[in-house]
Every structure is written in structure tokens, then in C-alpha cells.
């Protein structure tokens, strides 16, 4: 079993529609998940940060995470061409010394 | 807004030779690591790096890799030997505690031939 995965996609959506991005993780000892963008050839841009179970909402972003499930998602609101990227979600598990455990990415394609 | 930095951008190199790779993290920070992303592959850790010591490190970083903070700015990466599956870009990343944000800097590319 992968330690992080994501649907590689593309998922496509239109633009100023809801992007839903999804990840599962394996460790239930995991505590911080993050999500990160990066455009094609760039470094990975911190997006959302999230710590407990619930929504965290930050302008068109809401980070939700469920541990019982094992579940973290990110919620894009009025998608932009310009978000169109890959998402990466990152798992950290302190006692580990605090090392991002990064899935494969999900591809994000906004439609005009 | 502080950011992490990284160079050389493009680093190109023969098997074998040396590389250094240098980062300069945001200053406040401090626990520091290394990434490496292979092309078309997920990133991947390598090593992380707390009050002048090794915190942890994977099964990719052998003793063909090592770590320093030369001074009280630089965080540098070297790969001693260099192989042609070393070529990847490797991302170095910095945060102010061990469980929190990890800021990444843009990256070098490196291409071994």
C-alpha cells in the first residue's frame, strides 16, 4: 500500500467551477497534511496546511481531513485557468524526524 | 516576503565528478532539508538537518551524499561521485518547527552525462 495517494488525473474542470482534490494516507500515526501546487518544472508552493480533523478555508481554498478515515482533501471555489497545476498532498509524521512523505499528484486542468 | 534560494539553477556534470549544491534557507528557520524529484516521479525526501546534525536520513541519501551548514546562512548538499540516476532537481526546504510548514526553494536542475 502506497504511504500517500492521489488520483494522478487529469481532472478537468471548468472555470469558476469546484475543483475537489483528493488524497489517502496509510500511517494513522500522521498528524500534519499539506497541500502543495507546482507548475511544470517549479518548486512546490505551500497551498494549506491542515492539523486537525475538520475544514480549513483560506480565500478560494478549504483543506478538510478526516483521521478516522484517513482522508484529506482540497476544495478549489471559482476556479481560475490559472490554477491549473499539479496538486501534491504531504503527510508528516513527527517522530520521524519530520519528513514530508509526498503522494504522486493530482493534475488539475481549468477549462475556459 | 522571505523565501528560500537555491543555486546553481542548472547544473551540468559528468559522471563521476563532484557536485555541490548550495541553499540558502529563510533565515529564522530551523529545520532544513533536501528533496529530490526524478522527472515525471513524485518528490521524494532525502534529508533533514536540525542544530548542525543529521535528523534523518532515506535509503537513497548513502555515503555517496552529504550535508553541512558551513556558516550561519549556507545549507549545502554534495554528491560525491556523481551517477547518471542521480539526475533529478533537487529541492531544498526550510521550516521554523519539525512539525510544521516546509517552504521549498526553486530547485536545481541536475543533469549528469
Known amino acids: 500500500q502506497k504511504e500517500v495517494e492521489q488520483n494522478s488525473g487529469p481532472l478537468s474542470v471548468p472555470e469558476g467551477a469546484i475543483a475537489s482534490l483528493n488524497c489517502t494516507y496509510s500511517?494513522?500515526?500522521?498528524?500534519?497534511f499539506f497541500w502543495y501546487r507546482q507548475y511544470s518544472g517549479k518548486s512546490p508552493e505551500l497551498i494549506m496546511s491542515?492539523?486537525?480533523?475538520g475544514d480549513k478555508e483560506d480565500g478560494r481554498f478549504t483543506a478538510q481531513l478526516n483521521k478516522a478515515s484517513q482522508y484529506v482533501s482540497l476544495l478549489i471555489r471559482d476556479s481560475q485557468p490559472s490554477d491549473s497545476a499539479t496538486y501534491l498532498c504531504?503527510?508528516?509524521?513527527?517522530?520521524?524526524?519530520?519528513?514530508?512523505?509526498f503522494g504522486t499528484g493530482t493534475r488539475l486542468q481549468v477549462t475556459l | 516576503e522571505p523565501e528560500v534560494t537555491q543555486t546553481p539553477s542548472h547544473q551540468v556534470t559528468q559522471m563521476g565528478q563532484e557536485v555541490i549544491l548550495r541553499c540558502v534557507p529563510i533565515?529564522?528557520?530551523?529545520?532544513f532539508y533536501w528533496y529530490r524529484q526524478i522527472l515525471g516521479q513524485k518528490v521524494e525526501f532525502l534529508v533533514s538537518?536540525?542544530?548542525?546534525?543529521?535528523?534523518?536520513k532515506s535509503e537513497i541519501f548513502d555515503d555517496q551524499f552529504s550535508v553541512e551548514r558551513p556558516d550561519g546562512s549556507n545549507f549545502t548538499l554534495k554528491i560525491r561521485s556523481t551517477k547518471l540516476e542521480d539526475s533529478a532537481m533537487y529541492f531544498c526546504?526550510?521550516?521554523?518547527?519539525?512539525?510544521?510548514?516546509?517552504?521549498f526553494g526553486p530547485g536545481t536542475r541536475l543533469t549528469v552525462t
Open positions: 526546504a526550510s521550516s521554523e518547527d519539525r512539525a510544521h510548514e516546509q517552504y
Open positions: 533565515s529564522n528557520h530551523l529545520y
Open positions: 491542515i492539523y486537525s480533523n
Open positions: 504531504a503527510v508528516n509524521r513527527p517522530g520521524t524526524a519530520s519528513k514530508l512523505t
Open positions: 538537518f536540525y542544530n548542525n546534525e543529521i535528523s534523518e
Open positions: 500511517d494513522r500515526g500522521s498528524q500534519s
